[in-house]
């Protein structure tokens, strides 16, 4: 499974890199909105930051308007990514940027057939934000469940990437489904670290140890 940080604070995406474990990043007008600076300077230091895909989301509602930010966008780095809304303009989007070579995450994908038809538009990942549908009552894996097994009926390229992940259970399930990438707040990813036993562990083995030296 490929571990993305959903995050714009450089910072949190220095110290995952640092850890080890990270393949890529998403960003959101929300998570952008949250930093000082220029927004396209910040995106170009999250490229530089990690070796892997960096989502970047147009606002435009238009497929057009999309399609012209999504080229600007792409010209920050080779490692953009650019995150389209799933609509109707957004598959006409998806579709001209594939044809021209611009990878796309289909973004705010609430249900298996909406992640079908991005996927038979050619977008590069899907996102299912699964936080969001657990918040209406109703499940956002089983959602991630079906899309997974359609993708694999049909051998589409297209990568789950499960987004709007609220805790380590969602991971655990993902990982379960066979989903290609979960994107992790910070928060969560440091979760899925600890371990009281291995804390406690620690402990009891310096304390022992202590005996050892003297
Ligand atoms: C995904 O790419 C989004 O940035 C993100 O996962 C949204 O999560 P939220 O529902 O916690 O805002």
Redesign the pocket.
């Known amino acids: 499974m490929k571990i993305f940080i ?1 995050t714009a604070n450089l910072e949190e995406i220095k110290e995952a890199e640092s850890w080890g474990i990270l393949d890529g990043v ?3 007008p ?2 952008l909105s949250r930093e000082d600076g220029n927004f396209r300077d910040n995106l170009r230091k999250i490229c530089e930051a990690v070796n892997g895909p960096v ?1 970047g989301e147009v606002v435009a509602l238009e497929a057009d308007g999309m399609v012209k930010e999504a080229r600007e966008l792409a010209k920050i780095h080779d490692n953009m990514v650019i995150k389209i809304p799933m609509t109707t303009e957004g598959l006409k989007a998806i579709k001209k940027l594939t044809a021209e070579g611009i990878k796309t995450n289909t ?1 705010l994908v609430f249900s298996p057939l909406q992640a079908l038809m991005a996927a038979k538009a050619g977008t590069t990942f899907v ?1 299912p ?1 699964v ?2 549908m657990d918040d209406i009552q109703s499940p956002g894996m089983e959602m991630v469940e079906k899309i997974v097994k359609i993708f694999d009926n049909y051998d589409f390229d297209t990568e789950v990437l499960v ?4 805790n380590p259970l969602h991971i655990i399930q993902a990982g379960m489904m066979g989903a290609d990438i979960c ?1 992790i707040p910070h928060k969560v990813i440091k979760k899925l670290v600890s371990h009281p036993k291995t804390d406690e562990g620690i402990e009891r083995f310096l304390a022992d140890w202590k005996k050892v030296e003297k």
Do not use: E, Q
Not at 163 to 166: G, V
């Open positions: 959903d998403t960003t959101n929300t998570l989502s973004t996102s934000f936080g969001r987004a709007s992940i609220r994107t």
